[in-house]
């Protein structure tokens, strides 16, 4: 019973993890990782991208275009 919990936790924690690491970019959308403030990639590309949680965050732009 108590292993069942902790492996139920450790599963929430994981899920957790993996979905704070995927980031998606739509075709209008460019992306920029933003590593402690500092730019490290642009993502111009669409589709399915990751980065490291907790340390990098996204910031999407818009196209001018559209």
Same mark, same amino acid.
Do not use: H
């Given at each position: 019973?108590?292993?069942?919990?902790?492996? !139920?936790?450790?599963?929430? !924690?994981?899920?957790?993890? !993996?979905?704070?690491?995927?980031? /998606?970019?739509?075709?209008?959308?460019? !992306? /920029?990782?933003?590593?402690?403030?500092?730019?490290?990639?642009? %993502?111009?590309?669409?589709?399915?991208?990751?980065? %490291?949680?907790?340390?990098?965050?996204?910031?999407?732009?818009?196209?001018?275009?559209?």
């Amino acid at each position: 019973m108590k292993a069942g919990k902790i492996l !139920a936790g450790v599963l929430v !924690a994981i899920g957790v993890v !993996a979905f704070l690491s995927v980031i /998606i970019v739509k075709e209008v959308n460019q !992306a /920029i990782i933003l590593q402690f403030g500092d730019p490290k990639r642009i %993502i111009m590309k669409p589709g399915l991208n990751f980065k %490291i949680p907790f340390i990098q965050r996204s910031t999407k732009l818009w196209n001018k275009y559209c």
